[in-house]
């Protein structure tokens, strides 16, 4: 009898061996996926400006050199490959961190209308080239929230030059500010680009996502930019929304926290001065 017994717990501590193995594997599995397809993804992202590249120098090398204009100008594109390459290795390398929760947030209290500013003046060339025109209430006061200044520059970056790259030529974009009563802010950006399908919406924050019919291809970018403003905002504690009318236009809106006391705030930055 005892023998019956003793099989039959041995039964079942196989049995929960094998379940326990067959879901270890299936998390291993869906892990390898997922690496295999970042991995694809990368080497994608990354040979179209290799290709350009490695054209310009094949061409210099061909003979272009000996021209002293023509070899300017493909130097020139040559370089601007390597910007390209550089920019989408900074993106991957956020991107990494990001999801391995690797990535600090030094949260400080500090003045978001100063940051929007500087954003602003930093696009501002970017956006003359497609004459699209920044708009944004000179009139607003100081707004001081609690966050990590430069991640959320980067989001406030990553928003607008998207409302740039995919807003029509002589558009604009409109960046407002709402107090909401929970002590948070919501900050919109609002353009009135070519819009996004509402197929795509559920699947835009997805890294390496793109609406390719959008001409996004060309407009250059990672497909990253978008999950990168997820991750930091979703760090945060806080929300992202966004609503868009295919062909009419978009808007991105996040929420931050404001600093407990905006006067004790204020104070500490003068005495910095
Ligand atoms: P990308 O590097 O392609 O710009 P993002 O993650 O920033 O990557 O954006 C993902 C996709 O979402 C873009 O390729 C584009 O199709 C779409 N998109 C993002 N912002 C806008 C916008 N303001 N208007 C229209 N489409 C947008």
Known sequence: ERVTTDMATLTKEVEKFAR?????????????????????????????????????????????????????????????????LLYIVND???????????LHLYKEDFDIIEVIKNVFELLEMKAEKKEISLNFDKNY???????????????LTNLIVNSIKYGKKSGTT???????????????????????????IPRLFERFYRVDKSGSRQEGGSGLGLSIVKHIIEAHDEKIYVESDFGVGSEFSFTIKKAKDTREAETSIEDQV
Do not use: C
Not at 94 to 100: P, R
Not at 143 to 150: H, S
Not at 192 to 197: K, P
């Open 20 to 84: 326990d193995k067959k879901i270890e594997i299936e998390g291993l599995r869906v892990r390898e996926n997922y690496r295999k397809e970042f991995m694809g993804n990368v080497s994608h992202e990354l040979k179209t400006p290799l290709f350009t590249v490695q054209g310009y120098i094949l061409t210099l090398l061909d003979g272009a050199l000996k021209d002293k204009k023509v070899r300017k100008k493909y130097l020139k594109r040559a370089s601007k490959g390597v910007d390209r």
């Open 92 to 102: 991957l390398d956020m991107i990494t961190k990001l999801e391995a929760g690797d």
């Open 141 to 155: 006061s100081s707004i001081f929230v609690n966050a990590d200044k430069e991640r959320i520059q980067q989001v």
């Open 174 to 200: 409109e960046l407002s500010i709402e107090d909401l009563d929970s002590g948070k802010v919501l900050i919109r950006i609002t353009d009135n680009g070519e819009g996004i399908d509402e197929e795509h």
